[in-house]
């Protein structure tokens, strides 16, 4: 029994169909219907339920991929124990934050890739929680407040924030002293949301109104910059603006909660290698790099 019929087949069923399978595994539909049809001769029975929206898991199917995803995951264990120390093959895919997950988090996927050239690296830049079970990532990245579930996860680092301006705006608006003084200035928003700021150890609510939105922090730094209004934004997103002097922090003394940074991970019971160097990396990261740490801190 092919083992790449086995991984092939479990992307299949993870996927709902051969056309998303194909497009995690990188191949075509051909290859991806090839696989799937030697694994059920061989097996003497019908694995999958083709039908126009894509395939259903028949009753063999399920019980089948549960057997098979544990195989691929006992032959990756055994992989990992004989390659030398360091050396990783296979694939990864990786969902991380588009707000700053390519300017600040690529670089470490592309020293990964670098260091381990058998090694494939697919990653999607996205703010959505992907459904990493259900989509077949090997993990994320999540920046903020973390929502109870069943994924395991490892903290990586602290996500520090603060409310900031632009100079002009400062100048023509004048500057919030305190949490109440927002509701009388212009606010640049992700959505509809609330922003939150420590006064001691309370937190106060505010809920600012604004006529310029974005789904993106970096969107909302560059608006902020050009004078649109006041951004509550993390430290890393507005760095390169404050050393530059085009945002400057402000209200100070109300600092947003401290955020943290985690790599997510499907249930199990060792995480696998790759997804252990990954984590290091960042760990690394946030040690290190200077747009981590609170600014003025």
């Given at each position: 029994?092919?083992?790449?019929?086995?991984?092939?087949?479990?992307?299949?069923?993870?996927?709902?169909?051969?056309?998303?399978?194909?497009?995690?595994?990188?191949?075509?539909?051909?290859?991806?219907?090839?696989?799937?049809?030697?694994?059920?001769?061989?097996?003497?029975?019908?694995?999958?339920?083709?039908?126009?929206?894509?395939?259903?898991?028949?009753?063999?199917?399920?019980?089948?991929?549960?057997?098979?995803a544990r195989v691929?995951?006992?032959?990756?264990?055994?992989?990992?124990?004989?390659?030398?120390?360091?050396?990783?093959?296979?694939?990864?895919?990786?969902?991380?934050?588009?707000?700053?997950?390519?300017?600040?988090?690529?670089?470490?996927?592309?020293?990964?890739?670098?260091?381990?050239?058998?090694?494939?690296?697919?990653?999607?830049?996205?703010?959505?929680?992907?459904?990493?079970?259900?989509?077949?990532?090997?993990?994320?990245?999540?920046?903020?407040?973390?929502?109870?579930?069943?994924?395991?996860?490892?903290?990586?680092?602290?996500?520090?924030?603060?409310?900031?301006?632009?100079?002009?705006?400062?100048?023509?608006?004048?500057?919030?002293?305190?949490?109440?003084?927002?509701?009388?200035?212009?606010?640049?928003?992700?959505?509809?949301?609330?922003?939150?700021?420590?006064?001691?150890?309370?937190?106060?609510?505010?809920?600012?109104?604004?006529?310029?939105?974005?789904?993106?922090?970096?969107?909302?730094?560059?608006?902020?910059?050009?004078?649109?209004?006041?951004?509550?934004?993390?430290?890393c997103v507005v760095?390169?603006?404050?050393?530059?002097?085009?945002?400057?922090?402000?209200?100070?003394?109300?600092?947003?909660?401290?955020?943290?940074?985690?790599?997510?991970?499907?249930?199990?019971?060792?995480?696998?290698?790759?997804?252990?160097?990954?984590?290091?990396?960042?760990?690394?990261?946030?040690?290190?790099?200077?747009?981590?740490?609170?600014?003025?801190?």
């Amino acid at each position: 029994m092919d083992v790449e019929d086995l991984a092939t087949f479990v992307e299949v069923a993870d996927a709902g169909g051969v056309s998303a399978a194909a497009r995690r595994l990188g191949l075509s539909k051909s290859i991806v219907s090839r696989r799937l049809f030697r694994l059920e001769a061989e097996l003497g029975v019908q694995l999958l339920a083709r039908t126009t929206r894509g395939a259903a898991l028949t009753e063999a199917g399920v019980t089948f991929r549960d057997h098979a995803a544990r195989v691929g995951a006992e032959l990756d264990s055994a992989r990992d124990a004989i390659l030398p120390d360091g050396d990783l093959r296979g694939r990864m895919r990786v969902a991380m934050p588009l707000s700053f997950g390519p300017t600040h988090f690529a670089p470490v996927l592309a020293e990964m890739a670098r260091r381990h050239p058998r090694l494939q690296i697919h990653t999607v830049y996205s703010d959505r929680f992907v459904d990493l079970i259900g989509e077949g990532f090997d993990c994320a990245i999540r920046v903020g407040y973390l929502r109870d579930s069943n994924l395991v996860a490892r903290r990586i680092g602290s996500i520090y924030g603060k409310l900031v301006a632009s100079p002009d705006y400062i100048a023509a608006h004048g500057a919030p002293e305190m949490p109440h003084d927002i509701a009388a200035h212009e606010a640049l928003l992700q959505g509809t949301e609330a922003w939150q700021f420590m006064d001691g150890g309370a937190v106060v609510t505010v809920n600012p109104q604004g006529r310029f939105k974005a789904d993106n922090g970096i969107a909302l730094a560059v608006a902020a910059a050009a004078g649109l209004g006041l951004a509550w934004l993390p430290d890393c997103v507005v760095y390169d603006h404050v050393a530059a002097g085009a945002l400057v922090p402000i209200m100070t003394g109300y600092p947003p909660p401290t955020a943290g940074a985690y790599v997510i991970r499907p249930p199990g019971r060792h995480p696998e290698r790759k997804v252990r160097l990954l984590t290091e990396l960042l760990i690394e990261l946030f040690e290190t790099d200077p747009r981590f740490a609170e600014i003025g801190r």
